[in-house]
């Protein structure tokens, strides 16, 4: 029989800013922990700064939107979905606006979420 | 009274990937040649690498649809949208497969297209 399990097919590197909704991001563990909701882009650069996610359940009240800074998703080309190393902890502890379905921070925004991320993550 | 004319206004500098749609394309003439339909955006990196945009009128028989490789567009704060150099004429004889509505291009493709207009814009 023919091989179905397009789980392997190697995923097109590309996609399209209308297909983003529903991508899966996989925590440190490789479980699926939610879904981007959207992208939100640098109009000068066509920069993806961060991903507004939807992470479902495990915080234990249903699930909640958090805006995630680019560089703490990476792509899984196998799993075609993105990887983050951030946990339930730091997401309950994210500054405010980020905890939330408000896409356009400021820059003051971006800088001190990107901070946290980076400063929580470390040892 | 208050000043309503909200073309004047500084735009945000982010977009939201679900926002992206019809977002304006003027030409080197600053005339609204066109508006994007969507963004095409390399997984890994977040960059965004060409636009398939919908160019109305100009081309004498309705709108068509064509891949921009995403340095032939430049932003413009106080027009809320995209400049490019690029002409009809350029337009009419770009790659068959840029003219249409496929989004997802090869890395072949990607580069045949963009050297393409990096060519025909040379005097």
Do not use: C, N
Not at 56 to 68: K, P, Q, R, Y
């Amino acid at each position: 029989m023919a091989e179905t399990d397009t789980s392997s097919a190697p995923s097109h590197p590309l996609i399209e800013s209308d297909h983003v909704e529903g991508t899966a991001v996989f925590d440190a563990e490789g479980q699926r922990v939610g879904t981007i909701k959207r992208l939100v882009i640098e109009k000068i650069t066509g920069q993806v700064v961060y991903a507004v996610t939807a992470f479902g359940g495990f915080l234990g009240a249903g699930s909640e939107t958090h805006t995630i800074p680019w560089e703490q998703l990476t792509y899984d080309t196998r799993l075609h979905g993105y990887h983050t190393t951030i946990t339930v902890e730091q997401l309950r502890r994210a500054p405010e606006f980020s905890r939330g379905d408000e896409a356009l921070l400021s820059g003051h925004e971006r800088q001190q979420l990107s901070d946290y991320y980076l400063y929580m993550a470390a040892p």
